[in-house]
């Protein structure tokens, strides 16, 4: 690991970032543990340390309109607490011995204290005195370098720049921040998606050994931090659409018809995600071809996350499909296009690609997943598929590149979900509605796939 200095900045979001805009004044609002106030302050934190080393911090405080807590927690402070704690879990990995996985691994915890006053290995701090949890940190060590995440670039995303905090919570009320670079999201996940993920990750292992094409999500780091009684558990995945990349069309697709249209609030946003029956009707005929080799391999792959995800009785799991439409853009018809900017929560629960602060390495190592289902001729996309993306076409022949991921996957079929199942399918069709026991809710999911929405093309158009 070099020595080289790196300063780490917490800092409220919106802070220094001439991209956002700051909020307006609203009342208070309440959604899940997220909470809404018209008026509150951020503390902007400067953080420099070699790794192993004591950090030294200065704040500053600057008022701003709209005070968001997360279980009280203000949540400008808990960011700057989660990059504090970030930095430090990773920067003390950088010097244990690379060795090979044990299953014990799958269930090691961590737990440092960071007082603030500061301790012999932490810093001190204005954020109050809390402890930060890290799950299975050699574990998560492993799948950052199986995506090939360097421990600095990890770092350089997470802690150097201030993460950006999103206004739309979307139905959980979770909190979600990005990385400046877009590369990382950090998510508040509950006790039970939290626990039911370091059971599921001895699993996630051996299918990423197994089936390295696999569109589950890629989860970098697994973290909790506690204070004065509260714990806050956070996932670290990956940004599934690109940020350089115009989406124009967006959908969450389960495989159900149940209530699955998107309503008319989501659709006046300007990236609006839409649904099962939003696909139908605006790809009736067709769906979106693929090359036949490319198509084989995309269903081989969905069927094989699909047997996996049954194995864990999990369900109520999406396909996200981020669909650039490339004749639009070559025909500067942007007026259907969607900012990929205005994330929402469903295109935060997966992630694209890898990582690093090098745009030569970036794209030295994307390369080989460029086009990790589709042998056609690229001369007919002109050479511009961009990293992650899958080139297909839709019933007009367009030519469109792909942006697949499984999303959601932490929905375990336990008592509570049998309970809906059974009290929607009284009033509806049961096979329609999206909760339904992992074994037929897997082939719905499949049927639908291939059915409605993945086709088969010619080998050349």
Known sequence: MSTAVMNFKATAPGAGDDRGE???PAEKQKLGHRRIDEQGEYSKSCMSSNFGDKFTNSVQKTKFSMN???KKVPTNALMSAIQLGI??????????PDRDLLL???????NVAFPAAGSATTPSHSFGDFRFKTYAPIAFRYFRELFNIKPADFLRSTCTEPLRELSNAGASGSIFYVSQDDQFIIKTVQHKEAEFLQKLLPGYYMNLQQNPKTLLPKFFGLFCYQSLGKNIRLLVMNNLLPQNVTMHEKYDLKGSTYKRLASKAERAKASPTLKDLDFIENHPNEGLS?????????????????????SFKIMDYSLLVGIHNMELTSSGDRSRAQPVRQESEDELEQVDDLPSTSRGETEARRRPLQTKFSVWDQSEFEGSVPPGGVPAR??????????LGIIDILQNYRLLKKMEHTWKAILHDGDSISVHNPNFYAQRFLSFMTEHVFKK?????
């Open 22 to 24: 700051m909020q307006q």
């Open 104 to 110: 014990q691994d799958f269930q090691k915890i961590e």
């Open 87 to 96: 930095a430090n879990s990773i920067g003390s990995l950088a010097s244990r």
């Open 290 to 310: 693929m090359d036949p080799v490319s198509y084989d391999s995309l269903i081989r792959t969905i069927s094989r996350d699909c047997l996996v995800l049954e």
């Open 394 to 403: 839709n019933s007009n022949g367009d030519r469109l590149i792909l942006f």
């Open 457 to 461: 093309g010619p080998a050349h158009y």
């Open 68 to 70: 968001v807590s997360y």
